[in-house]
């Protein structure tokens, strides 16, 4: 009587392995390809050009630029436009983003537990600048601040002269914030939205039975079981008012006197000079203020057990 010995299951498992890897593979493949072609390559290439003298008229002859170090880098840091630049993209970051923040968590807490009839009509509106195109947007907030606009007229209406907004180096950079957080609000409220509904009911009942008020839930529960929510939106607005730069192209154009310029529009203006060294190592301070806000925001608010 003979026996018969099984297959071996490494032998059968290799080949079942091996052709899933390949299936894998070919469906990130269109992936990997746009990855390759639109973001590293050109992130490697701007890092060799922001060490470089490569300027607009270096085009026809690339490989015949001279290697410069971080000569670019420095001189960034001499330059008292970049630096003021730097000052008001700051400025957008730390007004921006609490402000953006705060009416965000407001609202959902608003459509969360307050409003109950029409409550996706509201999300809708709400949501709605976000998806709103920006160049219509601008030229309706370039009217509705002119000094002859629809702003200053409510003002008149009151017995006050309004000022001429834009034109206003203390004056301009409020109200290109002021369009930054209407613009984004909305984007805030849908993820507060999202983790305040993924708070558990029971928690607010046993609270309640206990004789928590409205205000002491909000303090001692909600907010607490929002911090991984309040993370993400603190690093994306961040992300977004550190690379801010259709509000002020389009509103201002960085004026008046460069008050409202950013980093994200000095480095526009640089590569358009035909600057590209230069151009390439202001993208990459950004990119360094991007990482090292955004390790900074994980330090102090990532959720601790």
Do not use: C
């Not at 080949?15 to 746009?34: E, H, I, K, Q, S």
């Not at 999300?123 to 309706?140: D, E, K, M």
């Not at 209407?182 to 607010?204: H, I, K, S």
């Amino acid at each position: 009587m003979t026996s018969v010995v099984p297959a071996s299951p490494r032998k059968d498992r290799r080949p079942r392995g091996a052709r899933r890897t390949a299936v894998a593979w070919l469906f990130l493949a269109p992936f990997t390809l746009v990855f390759l072609l639109y973001t590293a390559v050109p992130t490697v290439a701007a890092l060799g050009f922001s060490l470089t003298d490569l300027r607009g008229m270096d085009l026809r002859h690339p490989f015949a630029v001279d290697l410069v170090g971080f000569d670019n880098y420095l001189r960034l840091f001499r330059d008292d436009s970049f630096l003021r630049d730097l000052l008001n993209t700051g400025l957008f970051v730390a007004v921006g983003v609490p402000l953006t923040m705060g009416i965000g968590l407001a609202l959902a807490l608003a459509l969360d537990s307050g409003i109950r009839r029409l409550r996706g009509v509201f999300r809708t509106v709400f949501f709605a600048p976000v998806v709103t195109n920006i160049v219509a947007v601008a030229l309706i907030w370039q009217y509705a601040f002119h000094a002859n606009g629809t702003v200053n007229e409510v003002f008149g209406v009151v017995g006050f002269a309004g000022p001429n907004w834009l034109d206003d180096p203390d004056l301009a950079m409020p109200v290109v914030i002021l369009l930054g957080i209407w613009r984004n609000f909305g984007y805030a409220m849908v993820l507060f939205l999202a983790g305040l509904q993924a708070v558990p009911r029971d928690v607010y009942e046993a609270a309640a039975i206990d004789g928590a008020g409205r205000w002491r839930q909000l303090r001692h529960i909600t907010l607490p079981l929002l911090v991984p929510t309040t993370l993400v939106v603190t690093v994306l607005l961040t992300v977004f008012y550190l690379q801010v730069f259709d509000e002020p192209y389009l509103l201002t154009n960085g004026g008046p006197l460069g008050s409202t310029e950013s980093v994200a529009l000095y480095t526009y203006r640089q590569f358009g000079a035909g600057e590209f060294g230069v151009s390439s190592a202001a993208s990459f301070v950004t990119l360094l203020l991007i990482g090292l806000v955004s390790v900074v925001q994980f330090r102090l608010l990532r959720p601790r057990t």
